[in-house]
């Protein structure tokens, strides 16, 4: 596979389900990312998450995403908690569903994480084994 195809995968799969630590304990949730033109994944988080503390003592999360075709890709990288509007509002147009969470990008309970991609493998049926993708 390559980068193109990978980001077709993420943004047809829509959903994936996102790792952090808390301790030595993996904590694993879906999630519904947008994959910004710079290359990093934007999620929206409610003040109350325990994601932003995991992702406060261990900034390093894996995300894992399955197509309806079951291509699949798991991308690690490094989340920060920001504070940035002009990412906020980006995720804000593009996944219509955080209108049921937030009323708006200035909403004080809407919290962005960042991901910033470090790794990329991906796999699809017809592989023998998966693949490393350059991002």
Not at 30 to 46: C, E, T
Not at 103 to 131: C, R, Y
Request: proline share 7%.
């Amino acid at each position: 596979m390559n980068k193109e195809e990978v980001i077709d995968l993420i943004r047809d799969a829509g959903y994936c389900f996102l790792a952090t630590t808390e301790g030595t304990q993996p904590r694993v949730r879906p999630m519904a990312p947008y994959f910004s033109d710079d290359d990093q994944l934007l999620v929206a988080l409610l003040g109350r998450s325990r994601s932003i503390q995991q992702v406060k003592e261990n900034p390093l999360v894996e995300l894992c995403y399955v197509d309806r075709k079951m291509w699949y890709c798991r991308i690690a990288g490094t989340a920060t908690i920001s504070d940035d509007a002009q990412k906020k509002e980006m995720l804000w147009n593009n996944v219509p569903m955080l209108k049921q969470y937030f009323g708006s990008p200035e909403d004080p309970n809407f919290i962005l994480m960042v991901i910033d991609i470090k790794e990329v493998e991906a796999m699809t049926p017809h592989q023998k084994e998966p693949e490393m993708v350059s991002f």
